[in-house]
């Protein structure tokens, strides 16, 4: 099924500290996950990618981790700023990298100065 | 490159018209584009898979003769509401995939605001 959430939860941190967001996802099957950043008024933008051969994926200020076992998935912002506000949504495809995605639910994070 | 643009940003119309929202790969070819819809603080959900000239696949509950869509180009989906109503009042977004240029499953547009009076 479809992790799909109705309204989105929301978390606040203060600049300079770290931010873990986390998402379930129900879909045994999938085997590609990706993390997006979506401000307002825009369309989602990449922030970074799993596969599911593997637990854990580092890029320039962001952490990947995935439990299969739990079926869960976290984003972890380093050195959190205001300009990481935004909503953040995971999203799962079976299969190949190129199959559709569903999207999870979402987490609003606000950045205070 | 990658960039995916949508046509227009923002629109208001009243109840009963049909609106054509373009969404174009500017610098790759597309065989693959998808339609989001996203209702205010709530995830995207997908719509249909745009299929370069071939039918559109739907999502389930998602009405084909209400969402036309046409990806006659390899660059070019449209997606057309027909006769609006305030119901049909969100935020459509599409993606498309870039397949051989970039390790991103799909690249997206910044979306367009329908708003039906």
């Known amino acids: 099924g479809e992790s799909v959430g109705l309204h989105l939860p929301t978390l606040s941190v203060q600049e300079g500290d770290n931010s873990i967001i986390n998402c379930a996802y129900s879909?045994?099957?999938?085997?590609?996950f990706i993390w997006y950043k979506q401000e307002s008024g825009k369309g989602p933008q990449f922030i970074i990618d799993?596969?599911?051969?593997?637990d854990k994926r580092q890029g320039q200020r962001v952490t990947v981790l995935l439990n299969k076992t739990v079926k869960h998935l976290s984003l972890q912002i380093a050195a959190t700023q205001p300009g990481d506000s935004a909503v953040y949504f995971c999203?799962?495809?079976?299969?190949?990298?190129?199959?559709?995605?569903?999207f999870g639910q979402g987490t609003i994070l606000t950045v205070h100065p | 490159g990658a960039v995916v643009s949508q046509h227009p940003s923002w629109v208001i119309c009243k109840s009963g018209t049909s609106v054509k929202i373009e969404c174009r790969s500017l610098?790759?070819?597309?065989?693959?584009m998808f339609w989001y819809r996203q209702f205010p603080k709530q995830s995207l959900m997908l719509m249909a898979t745009s299929n370069e000239g071939s039918k559109a696949t739907y999502e389930q509950g998602v009405e084909k003769d209400k969402f036309l869509i046409n990806h006659a180009s390899l660059t070019l989906s449209t997606l057309t509401v027909t006769s609006a109503h305030p119901e049909d009042s969100s935020f459509y977004i599409c993606s498309a995939r870039a397949r051989g240029i970039s390790n991103q499953p799909q690249h997206f547009g910044d979306g367009t605001r329908l708003s039906i009076l």
């Open positions: 879909n045994s099957a999938s085997d590609y």
């Open positions: 999203a799962e495809t079976p299969g190949t990298s190129y199959g559709k995605l569903t």
């Open positions: 799993i596969r599911s051969n593997m």
């Open positions: 610098d790759f070819q597309a065989t693959t």
